[in-house]
């Protein structure tokens, strides 16, 4: 177990991943009830819990910190864990558990955070939580995101993914933006799998998504946890037929620069905006080419719109 164990940790610092852990530090103990504040954080529900002995002692993890007015990389940071939790299935809730802590606490209340969690369709078994601004600052301290965590300029936090082994003092850091298929492969990795034999069955049942060049592979990576182009609405709107529907100038601003759009209160952006509450189209910090790829790939995609899913299934 000990040698699987740090071939595995070895595996995993060597694929990028920053593991947080000092070396040759085994024991939970450093990173138990005497690092972590136990402070009061409220959830969606309104439930009030305590940091370490509620949401850590004895628990696997996965935490980021999100603010829901952040037009930036949080809410494709929310999507694709989203995206993780279907593909861990029903482990989460039971054996791993995700919590969204949100750095603008004085405008995230519980109801704001649960209307934002509905629009993502968070899952059972994911909490979002407010609080006291100075203990969720000492939260994100200790968690090892303060230096990335900038309160006074939210914009700027990165988007990482603390995953946590409470029991056996492990944690280790990810970008939150990353495939949601890597993450869940990682999370399922790290945390070890109970049912032996093999991947997570939700993984091998997801259906290889085909190549389709690099306007694909971005739509991928940064609109399809929110979009489809042709499979319906989601958590934005479908795309299928946009170029077609709305002028070109309009479509590569409103890529580039959904959030501008939208402060210069341009009546589409504001309508659709009206129409899916809560989440905001995010500034990618597109370049010109990538919009470019990305439109090109999203109009011939609207020419036969079959879904990846549908198009993998026998
Ligand atoms: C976090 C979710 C999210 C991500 C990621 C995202 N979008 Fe959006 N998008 C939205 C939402 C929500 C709207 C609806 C407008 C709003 O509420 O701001 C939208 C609206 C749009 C629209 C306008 C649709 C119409 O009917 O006119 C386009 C075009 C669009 N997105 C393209 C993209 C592209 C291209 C990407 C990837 C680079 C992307 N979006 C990434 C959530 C997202």
Redesign the pocket.
Known sequence: MGTTRSALIAALVASAAMLVRPPGLLAAGRWGADYFPNVALTTQDGKVVRFYDDLLKGKAVAVNLVYTRCTASC??ET?KLAQVQRLLGDRVGKDIHFYSISIDPAHDTPAVLKAYAEKFHAGPGWLFLTGNEDDINLVSKKLGSSSLTDLASRDGHQPSLMIGNEPTGEWMRNSAVDNPRFLATTMTNFFGNPKRGGPLKSYAEAPAMPEVGSGGY??RS??S???SVGSGPA???D?AG?TA??DRAW?VQ??SE?DRL?DEKDP?AVD??AR?RN????N?R?SPEEVAA?LHYIEEKSRSPVSFRNAAMP
Do not use: D, N, T, W
């Open positions: 809410p494709l999507a971005l739509f940064r609109c946890a929110c979009h958590v934005g709107p795309l946009v529907r709305r479509l409103y890529v959904p939208l589409i659709l905006f899916y989440v905001r189209m995010p990618l597109l990305l």
